[in-house]
């Protein structure tokens, strides 16, 4: 078993994400006593819009796709840390044309469903907010598209714009918002799917963690062991963690304990026992 530590750019506004996904998966497998496998080079950061920005990270990009194409056709157990959301363009097509009917848990305090050409949008847009939207071939990535919409899972988000919004309300995309009876709400909404989950870790309230956009109101450490202990009941194609920084703005560094204790059984059950200073 291997975990997958994505270090190029995507859409990278700082360098802490591209060295947190190292630092954080890194932990990961030696906790669990498995290989880690770095994809990809770490980058500067890229002036410009999304546009820019994807140009800039495709060659990496390719790569990780690549490699979890690899991964799931040999039945391989995904876990992988990718620094930025706009990675999962590379990994969400590739789960989606294998496994069609599986449900998208995502994780999120955005909707990340907006489009290039969309309402408000600018050049300038942030490449992570329509990263859904690329994989499911509303807008051409050069990455692969698949996604079904009717299979995302929003978890947590809170901070969506009016096309998001909309969609949700359409009924395009499903969300489970933060609150009461999470773990049991998550549960009616997977309908006993096969599961592929993303994490980005700004659905924790702002202040838990150092991530780039925080946003209050979120999920407690306690709500995301409620919903992680929910997902482990499943079967799980994968697992990818984002928006994880290494350090604070200030410099201080980030603590991966507590996020490692709250995600630990969908950890156990896809990589085995664990090292117990994680343990819940």
């Not at 291997?2 to 591209?18: F, I, P």
């Not at 490692?260 to 819940?280: E, F, N, S």
Request: charged share 20%; proline share 5%; with cysteine.
């Amino acid at each position: 078993m291997t975990v997958t530590l994505y270090a190029g750019a995507a859409g990278d506004r700082n360098l802490r994400a591209m060295r947190g996904s190292v630092e954080l998966g890194s932990v990961i497998a030696q906790s669990y006593g498995v290989a880690a496998d770095i994809v990809g080079e770490a980058a500067a950061v890229i002036e410009g819009g999304w546009a820019a920005q994807l140009s800039a990270a495709l060659p990496n990009l390719r790569s990780l796709a690549v490699k979890i194409a690899q991964r799931l056709d040999n039945g391989e157990p995904l876990v992988l840390t990718t620094g930025r959301c706009a990675a999962s363009l590379a990994t969400l097509p590739m789960v989606a044309q294998r496994y069609p009917d599986a449900a998208i848990v995502w994780f999120d305090a955005h909707g990340d469903s907006n489009l290039p050409d969309g309402p408000g949008a600018t050049e300038a847009s942030y490449l992570g907010g329509m990263v859904i939207t690329g994989a499911a071939g509303e807008w051409r990535t050069g990455l692969g598209e698949g996604l079904n919409l009717a299979n995302v899972i929003l978890v947590g988000a809170r901070d969506l714009d009016p096309p998001e919004q909309a969609r949700i309300d359409a009924g395009e995309i499903s969300l489970v918002p933060p609150g009461a009876e999470l773990g049991l709400r998550l549960r009616e909404a997977i309908r006993g799917r096969q599961l592929y989950i993303h994490l980005d870790c700004d659905v924790l309230t702002a202040g838990l963690l150092a991530t780039e956009y925080q946003v209050a109101g979120g999920l407690q450490w306690r709500d995301l062991l409620e919903a992680f202990e929910v997902l482990a009941d499943h079967d799980v194609l994968g697992l990818e963690i984002a928006e994880y920084e290494a350090s604070w703005p200030d410099g201080r560094p980030n603590d991966p304990n507590p996020l490692l204790a709250a995600i630990q059984p969908v950890l156990r059950r896809m990589l085995g026992g664990g090292d117990d200073q994680h343990a819940t």
